[in-house]
């Protein structure tokens, strides 16, 4: 019965692990990992292994989440190419600044946050897509009834866009290919997007 106290800690490891693999959430899932860490640093003092306590806490905790919190840091991110040209006549339009945070608004609901990528030129713009250094283009256009032309290389967030975008200004797709020639483009565009 003395020991009491030592059994309840040692059943908070497998308690704080289980908690830790079931959290959707990546910010909460780094708390936890913190608190993991710290259970079996108390673990280790309690079993007397002052030393193996100390590196587990400033190795093992302390590093293991600061590389967790760089991780998701980097990778929760959305990125969006944007032609140049097109920026200067979307820091005007209200339209592009209300599709801008419809996204960021979706997107927020699955702990992502929306970073624009800004290029000189349309080939530039091709070339990061197909490298899949972008996640996805925006595109205005003046000969088609939607102002903006959305197109998204993953299909999860593809469908995560698509459920969540209202908007009469923007044409979303999926993959399409930016052709050589701009009319051919836009065709392929009303063609082929949704």
Do not use: C, W
Request: without cysteine; proline residues 2%; glycine residues 6%.
């Amino acid at each position: 019965m003395d020991n009491l106290y030592i059994y309840l800690i040692m059943a908070l490891l497998p308690i704080s692990a289980l908690m830790l693999m079931i959290q959707v959430n990546p910010y909460q899932a780094l708390v936890i990992r913190g608190i993991l860490g710290a259970i079996a640093v108390l673990s280790y003092i309690i079993l007397g292994a002052a030393d193996v306590a100390l590196t587990e806490g400033l190795m093992g905790t302390m590093l293991g989440v600061a590389l967790y919190i760089i991780a998701v840091r980097s990778s929760f991110v959305m990125r969006l190419g944007v032609i140049q040209e097109d920026k200067k006549n979307t820091e005007k339009d209200p339209n592009f600044d209300n599709i801008k945070n419809q996204i960021k608004q979706v997107i927020n609901n699955f702990y992502l946050r929306l970073e624009l990528v800004y290029y000189s030129e349309q080939e530039l713009l091709k070339n990061s897509f197909n490298d899949k250094k972008i996640h996805g283009y925006i595109l205005t256009s003046n000969q088609l009834d939607k102002k903006y032309l959305l197109n998204i290389r993953t299909k999860r967030l593809f469908d995560i866009l698509q459920q969540g975008i209202k908007s009469e200004q923007l044409l979303i797709g999926y993959q399409m290919d930016i052709k050589e020639n701009q009319d051919q483009y836009l065709e392929y565009v009303k063609n082929n997007a949704n």
